[in-house]
């Protein structure tokens, strides 16, 4: 990656950082899909030609999944303006963000590809060695048949057994197959029996076809869901007099386990207290790793204001995030305050309401003399205007111009008609955020937004995080 003199260039990579982690083009609180998706495009368009490299090592940091496509879509589309080192480089990060992307969104991006009539011979061998690193291609072949069917297609690729070629391509005309996994499929169009062996997502359009009811269904099929299968359809299956779907949390991501206890209703949250707060205590563990308890003194402002909860695409996202990082920092701390705008103090039963009185909440975290600050919301204070900036503007060039507290923002929401996440103030670092578990690398990475490091040093950390996820790569494939 090139080292770029250019401080502006700095300056573009954060804001763009910052779009890739906190926007999905979805529709967010205080703007809608079409100027998300606005925002993204012209963000994508303008770093891919002004900062390739830059734009390619993005990959590395912690953006989301749908980002990390629209940027591999974008360098294929775009091979013939890169350089011979510059598709090398870009060929090792692609491969490394693929094997990390769900298959479902990588069988995606390859359908996508061939729509655009992105058929390159770089883009043909990464689809081809995706395809050959998979664990299980019967187990695609039924999970994701035209996703599968497409990628073998676009990139003329053979079938890895004459067998698997069959089923893609023509599944129904084989008496039998020797594949255990296909076979059972076979025989899942005549035998009811037989759609109970098979993933959930498949056998669920065989259940509509031999007319099972839902319940029935449900109650069979429940071995075989994925923990996040189980999740999404709990709540339904609890409602429908279902007893034996009931979703794991242990070992749950803790982000996504946080939107789960939102998603419940505040009975339930009392009722099972025990059970949420030690599953969020120990995926929070998991998260801080080996840096748990190494923080110091932190306390947490931390936004359950009515924007808090999203929309209909991102139902409670925000807040869910703010209450990842609650729990993730109390991990990291050795002395811990965490403070909601709304003034409770009951984490768990926390929902969005009301408005954001962040610079009232700020002065009573600064009156806790914490070594760190860590603000995370989505920057609207508006109780009133403008305090949480002046009162940061005033800490920051009068009352601690040493710096002795660090303070950072952490924005989990994308301002589409800045191109950027709100900003409290010049005076503060402010970093995207979609997964609490990224904040120990957001905290990072906001010092680049600060002004005191230049282009050199963003593109070194950016280097060093590339050669990090290039080596746990390797060490995975020897694996």
Same mark, same amino acid.
Request: hydrophobic residues 40%.
């Given at each position: 990656?090139?080292?770029?003199?250019?401080?502006?260039?700095?300056?573009?990579?954060?804001?763009?950082?910052?779009?890739?982690?906190?926007?999905?083009?979805?529709?967010?609180? &205080?703007?809608?899909?079409?100027?998300?998706?606005?925002?993204?495009?012209?963000?994508?368009? @303008?770093?891919?030609?002004?900062?390739?490299?830059?734009?390619?090592?993005?990959?590395?940091?912690?953006?989301?999944?749908?980002?990390?496509?629209?940027?591999?879509?974008?360098?294929?589309?775009?091979?013939?303006?890169?350089?011979?080192?510059?598709?090398?480089?870009?060929?090792?990060?692609?491969?490394?963000?693929?094997?990390?992307?769900?298959?479902?969104?990588?069988?995606?991006?390859?359908?996508?590809?061939?729509?655009?009539?992105?058929?390159?011979?770089?883009?043909?061998?990464?689809?081809?060695?995706?395809?050959?690193?998979?664990?299980?291609?019967?187990?695609?072949?039924?999970?994701?048949?035209?996703?599968?069917?497409?990628?073998?297609?676009?990139?003329?690729?053979?079938?890895?057994?004459?067998?698997?070629?069959?089923?893609?391509?023509?599944?129904?005309?084989?008496?039998?197959?020797?594949?255990?996994?296909?076979?059972?499929?076979?025989?899942?169009?005549?035998?009811?029996?037989?759609? @109970?062996?098979?993933?959930?997502?498949?056998?669920?359009?065989? !259940?509509?076809?031999?007319?099972?009811?839902?319940?029935?269904?449900?109650?069979?099929?429940?071995?075989?869901?994925?923990?996040?299968?189980?999740?999404?359809?709990?709540? @339904?299956?609890?409602?429908?007099?279902?007893?034996?779907?009931?979703?794991?949390?242990?070992?749950?991501?803790?982000?996504?386990?946080?939107?789960?206890?939102?998603?419940?209703?505040?009975?339930?949250?009392?009722?099972?207290?025990?059970?949420?707060?030690?599953?969020?205590?120990?995926?929070?563990?998991?998260?801080?790793?080996? &840096?748990?308890?190494?923080?110091?003194?932190?306390?947490?402002?931390?936004?359950?204001?009515?924007?808090?909860?999203?929309?209909?695409?991102?139902?409670?996202?925000?807040?869910?995030?703010?209450?990842?990082?609650?729990?993730?920092?109390?991990?990291?701390?050795?002395?811990?305050?965490?403070?909601?705008?709304?003034?409770?103090?009951?984490?768990?039963?926390?929902?969005? @309401?009301?408005?954001?009185?962040?610079?009232?909440?700020?002065?009573?975290?600064?009156?806790?003399?914490?070594?760190?600050?860590?603000?995370?919301?989505?920057?609207?204070?508006?109780?009133?205007?403008?305090?949480? !900036?002046?009162?940061?503007?005033?800490?920051?060039?009068?009352?601690?111009?040493?710096?002795?507290?660090?303070?950072?923002?952490?924005?989990?929401?994308?301002?589409?008609?800045?191109?950027?996440?709100?900003?409290?103030?010049?005076?503060?670092?402010?970093?995207?955020?979609?997964?609490?578990?990224?904040?120990?690398?957001?905290?990072?990475?906001?010092?680049?937004?600060?002004?005191?490091?230049?282009?050199?040093?963003?593109?070194?950390?950016?280097?060093?995080?590339?050669?990090?996820?290039?080596?746990? &790569?390797?060490?995975?494939?020897?694996?």
């Amino acid at each position: 990656m090139d080292s770029y003199e250019d401080p502006a260039a700095a300056d573009d990579v954060l804001l763009f950082v910052n779009a890739a982690i906190t926007s999905t083009g979805q529709r967010e609180f &205080h703007s809608d899909a079409d100027e998300q998706q606005l925002s993204l495009d012209f963000l994508h368009a @303008y770093v891919l030609g002004n900062h390739r490299d830059l734009y390619a090592g993005v990959l590395a940091l912690d953006i989301n999944d749908h980002n990390a496509v629209l940027v591999i879509r974008r360098l294929l589309e775009t091979t013939g303006e890169a350089t011979a080192d510059q598709r090398r480089s870009e060929g090792r990060l692609i491969a490394c963000r693929l094997a990390k992307l769900p298959p479902r969104r990588v069988y995606g991006l390859f359908a996508a590809l061939r729509r655009a009539g992105v058929n390159n011979r770089r883009t043909r061998a990464i689809m081809r060695d995706w395809l050959a690193a998979r664990p299980d291609l019967a187990f695609d072949a039924v999970k994701y048949r035209s996703g599968l069917k497409v990628a073998l297609r676009h990139a003329h690729l053979a079938p890895a057994s004459e067998e698997l070629g069959a089923f893609v391509f023509a599944p129904q005309t084989r008496e039998h197959y020797t594949t255990p996994l296909l076979e059972t499929w076979r025989r899942a169009h005549d035998e009811q029996a037989a759609l @109970y062996e098979l993933p959930y997502t498949a056998a669920e359009g065989f !259940a509509a076809k031999h007319h099972i009811p839902r319940k029935v269904f449900l109650e069979r099929i429940a071995p075989r869901m994925t923990r996040l299968e189980t999740l999404r359809l709990q709540e @339904y299956a609890h409602k429908i007099g279902i007893t034996g779907v009931q979703a794991d949390l242990s070992g749950m991501p803790l982000t996504r386990l946080a939107a789960h206890v939102l998603s419940l209703p505040v009975e339930d949250r009392l009722r099972r207290r025990a059970e949420l707060t030690h599953a969020l205590e120990s995926a929070a563990d998991r998260a801080a790793g080996s &840096h748990r308890g190494s923080w110091g003194k932190v306390t947490a402002v931390l936004d359950d204001s009515f924007s808090a909860v999203g929309s209909a695409h991102q139902r409670r996202r925000p807040l869910a995030v703010a209450l990842a990082c609650h729990y993730l920092l109390a991990a990291l701390a050795g002395d811990y305050t965490g403070l909601w705008t709304s003034g409770r103090t009951d984490a768990l039963l926390t929902y969005p @309401y009301g408005p954001t009185p962040l610079g009232r909440r700020i002065l009573d975290a600064l009156d806790t003399t914490p070594s760190r600050l860590v603000i995370v919301s989505d920057g609207w204070d508006n109780a009133p205007p403008g305090l949480a !900036a002046e009162v940061l503007r005033i800490w920051r060039t009068r009352l601690d111009p040493e710096r002795r507290t660090g303070i950072v923002h952490l924005n989990p929401v994308h301002d589409a008609a800045d191109f950027d996440v709100r900003r409290l103030s010049s005076t503060v670092p402010t970093a995207g955020i979609r997964d609490a578990e990224d904040l120990p690398a957001l905290v990072e990475l906001a010092q680049f937004a600060e002004g005191r490091t230049g282009m050199a040093e963003l593109a070194t950390y950016m280097n060093t995080r590339a050669a990090r996820m290039l080596s746990r &790569h390797r060490q995975e494939q020897a694996r």
